[in-house]
């Protein structure tokens, strides 16, 4: 019963998507903000980290913005991954905790200006966690290209159209 309401749910926020996939995250950001009306940051996590790798997404917000945390020294496809999946609580509309910010290793490099909550990972088992990596795999697995603003989403489509063929 669980599955069946965790794919219903899947399908409703993803048929709110207009784009044809498969999309850069760029593209999809872009749209995102439209949808949203709210300004969308991509933001690495500063400063020295003692593990590479050891860092997870996170999602802070406000009303005018979203700044969106990942780990830079992932592969492309694990930023993406960490990416959308902090986009699934934007899409699923999940509430964050309330976060009056401060200089500090989660804000490190960032303008505190407007930022209200946060989402992070305290646990890996609750519904919304579950929620946003169901929908977060899925958009992440629809996108190619590099998470710079500059990928081209329409040179990714066209070579899409090649790999089906293969």
């Known amino acids: 019963m669980a599955g069946r309401r965790s794919r219903g749910r899947l ?20 749209w995102l903000a439209e949808d949203t009306g709210r300004d969308i940051a991509l933001s690495p996590w500063a400063g020295a980290i003692t593990e590479p790798g050891t860092r997870c997404g ?3 917000g406000g009303p005018t913005r979203f ?7 992932r592969s492309v ?11 699934g609580h934007i899409l699923c509309r ?10 500090g290793t989660l804000t490190e490099g960032l303008s505190l200006d407007g930022i209200e909550y946060m989402m992070r990972r305290t646990t890996f088992d609750s519904p919304t ?16 290209g590099p998470i710079e603003l500059d990928a081209h989403g329409e040179l990714h489509r ?3 159209t090649f790999d089906a063929l293969r």
Do not use: K, N
Not at 16 to 25: H, I, N
Not at 77 to 87: A, K, L, M, S, Y
Not at 129 to 144: F, K, M, N, P
């Open 11 to 30: 399908t409703q926020v993803l048929d709110r998507v207009p784009l044809q996939p498969p999309w850069t995250v760029p593209e999809f950001l872009g």
């Open 77 to 87: 496809r694990h930023q993406r991954q960490q990416i959308f999946h902090e986009v």
């Open 158 to 160: 066209i070579a899409s």
């Open 94 to 103: 999940h509430p964050g905790e309330a976060f009056r910010p401060t200089e």
């Open 129 to 144: 966690e579950a929620e946003a990596e169901l929908v977060g795999t899925h958009l992440a697995v629809l996108s190619r």
């Open 58 to 60: 996170l999602l802070l």
């Open 67 to 73: 700044v969106i945390r990942y780990d830079a020294s």
